[in-house]
Every structure is written in structure tokens, then in C-alpha cells.
């Protein structure tokens, strides 16, 4: 986030105490209006502290109640809406709030199968032709491991469907553009498609929420960089264009993991994917995407289950700012780290 100075809406309520009469009456007004500023200063700081620990939703419940307490946009004290890590955190506790509504509520999906405990699902948009895709499967490990596994990003080439014969489709190549926060990054990946039809890539914001105090889940956003994106290299690190042809496609997701019990969790992905491709039928679209779906699950979850001894376990070593957060975080809720 970007972090702001919320002294200034102590400066607000002091150019107000100095422009105002003198009285008694105004001056016990006046210092009810210091000690609701420090207040509310004191409960910015407590939101921006929950954030940085990537616990959004706790945080914007803090903001949401602040702000029935201060309804009259006009005062100088609502101010702190418009700081931009707010409106920045406001934005992302939406998202995540919305992709843990669609994961956990089976209205208006449809079960295309399910077969060793890897459950498919797609569901019609009304704005699209292509379907959403959700994939829920029942993990005989610790939540620890799979988020490693989905987080090394330039590691998918181990897990993520990709064929060469009878046609080259699938992953080409992932790679991290820029480590944003501890929680938060931003993506590269290219897919290869059949001959007649150019590759694809996209570029990803995903950005993690710790929902494990109160629900046992983790939610990860992943969804395509906004629009113009491109300008803002040094939030999200210099974007590569697209390589030769490849068409540049939107992507709009996440992942909710769930811990049922120290050694297993549950793990739910919601994908929607504009592939432009035009003049391919959407069904056949369709019908390709949930069924990579199900084999990238089993994939993903063959390699949880193998992970000691790889790559993985280097990473993890080495990266203390995420997964010693993280295993300290599941074992301050009482469920097992790494």
C-alpha cells in the first residue's frame, strides 16, 4: 500500500480551532474535535496495520464502521477516504469479498463433473460467452505447501497442462515481473495455442488476503492489470509487450484456500478468460477450458503431495518474508505451519 501521514487531519481541526470564535462553549467543542481527530487517527493506523499483516478484510471492516461514524462528507475529518492506500485497500477487500461470495455459493453453477475428489464447475455470464470455470478439490496436505507451489510462479512449468503433440497448447512460460509486497505481485504468463491461431499472454496483479483467524481461509485475487498499467512501472515493475504475435488476453480469478485440519484443506479456483479468439465457437472454448482445468488440478496436487526435496523447498528457505509469516500465522490461529 501506498502509506500516507494522517496528521494532517489534525492540522484540518487545528485551522478550525484557530478561524473559530473563542468562547467557552466553542473552545470545549473545539477540544471534542481534537480528541475525535486523534481517534480517528488512531483507528486509520490500527486499518493500515491490519493491511500491511495482509489481513484486508479485517481492515476494511474497521473503515466500513469509521465510516457510518463519519457520514458528512462535506466535514474536514472525512478527509481520510479519499488517502489513496485506502482507496486502494477499499478496492481489493471488494475483490475478495466478491471471489469469496462466487467460490462458496453453488447458485447458478453447473457440476460438469467430478472424479477423485477434483469437482469441476462452470457457470454462464451474462457480459461474456465464454464460461466461468471453478475447480474445487479435497488436498491430502497442509494448506502450507499448496500455497507455495501456486505462489512460484515461474515454477507453473512443472505443474500447468502443456502439450506438444498432437498440437502445441498450453503454458509456455510464467515469470514474476515485480515482488510488490509480501503478499502481492505481478505476473507474466504466455500460453501456446493450435495451429491456425496466434499464442496468447497475459499480464496479473495477484494479491493475497489472511482470512485465517476468523474462516480458516486464505483468498488469493488474480486478475489482469488494469488498463494502462504500463504507466505505472514503478508500482507494478516494467511490463513486457506481447512476444511477436501473441495476442494480449483479460483474465479475471482467484483461489480461496481452506484449512480443514493440519495435514489437509480444501482449495476452490474461479477463473473467467476472455481468449479472443473470434471466430472459434464458444462452446468448443468451453469445453477445452474445464477440461484443463481438471487435469491442472490433478497436476497441481500430485506436486504438493511431492514436494519435499525439489525446488520448492530451496524457495521456501529462502524466502522468509512470505512463508515465515505464513507459518507463523497458521500456527497463531492454532493449525500447523510448514
Not at 462528507?73 to 481489493?92: D, G, N, T
Request: charged share 25%.
Amino acid at each position: 500500500f501506498t502509506l500516507c501521514i494522517v496528521r494532517p487531519l489534525m492540522d484540518v481541526c487545528a485551522e478550525q480551532q484557530r478561524t473559530g470564535p473563542t468562547d467557552d462553549v466553542v473552545q470545549d467543542k473545539t477540544q471534542d474535535t481534537a480528541s475525535d481527530s486523534r481517534m480517528l487517527e488512531k483507528e486509520l493506523a490500527a486499518a493500515q496495520a491490519l493491511a500491511l499483516d495482509e489481513r484486508l478484510l479485517e481492515a476494511d471492516d474497521l473503515l466500513r464502521a469509521l465510516d457510518h461514524r463519519t457520514e458528512d462528507e462535506s466535514s474536514p475529518a472525512a478527509s481520510w477516504r479519499q488517502f489513496p492506500w485506502v482507496v486502494e485497500l477499499q478496492r481489493k477487500a471488494q475483490r475478495h469479498r466478491e471471489l469469496t461470495q462466487d467460490l462458496q455459493c453453488d447458485q447458478g453453477w453447473t457440476q460438469m463433473h467430478c472424479h477423485d475428489d477434483i469437482t469441476v464447475w462452470y457457470r454462464a455470464e451474462e457480459d461474456s460467452l465464454f464460461h466461468s470455470v471453478r475447480i474445487d478439490v479435497e488436498m491430502d496436505t497442509n494448506v502450507f505447501g499448496a500455497i507455495a507451489v501456486m505462489n512460484e510462479v515461474d515454477l507453473w512449468k512443472l505443474w500447468v497442462p502443456s502439450f506438444n503433440f498432437p498440437m502445441r497448447i498450453g503454458l509456455r512460460k510464467s515469470h514474476q515481473i515485480r515482488q510488490i509486497s509480501r503478499a502481492s505481485q505481478s505476473i507474466y504468463c504466455a500460453v501456446n495455442a493450435p495451429w491456425p491461431f496466434k499464442s496468447r499472454d497475459a499480464v496479473l496483479h495477484a494479491h493475497g488476503c489472511d482470512r485465517l483467524q476468523q474462516h480458516r481461509q486464505i483468498t488469493v485475487v488474480v486478475d489482469s492489470l488494469p488498463h494502462g498499467a504500463s504507466d505505472q512501472s514503478t508500482l507494478w515493475g516494467s511490463i513486457p509487450g506481447p512476444e511477436g504475435d501473441d495476442v494480449r488476453i483479460e483474465i479475471k480469478g482467484g483461489v480461496l484456500f481452506e484449512v480443514t485440519s493440519g495435514t489437509t484443506c480444501t482449495i476452490r479456483m474461479l477463473w473467467n478468460v476472455d481468449p479472443k479468439i473470434p471466430l472459434v465457437p464458444s462452446w468448443l472454448v468451453n469445453l477445452i477450458t474445464r477440461n484443463f482445468a481438471h487435469i491442472g488440478m490433478g497436476r497441481f496436487r500430485r506436486m504438493v503431495r511431492e514436494i519435499e526435496g525439489t525446488e520448492y523447498e530451496t524457495r521456501i528457505e529462502g524466502n522468509e518474508t512470505l512463508y515465515r509469516f505464513l507459518a507463523d500465522r497458521l500456527q497463531a490461529v492454532g493449525l500447523e505451519g510448514k
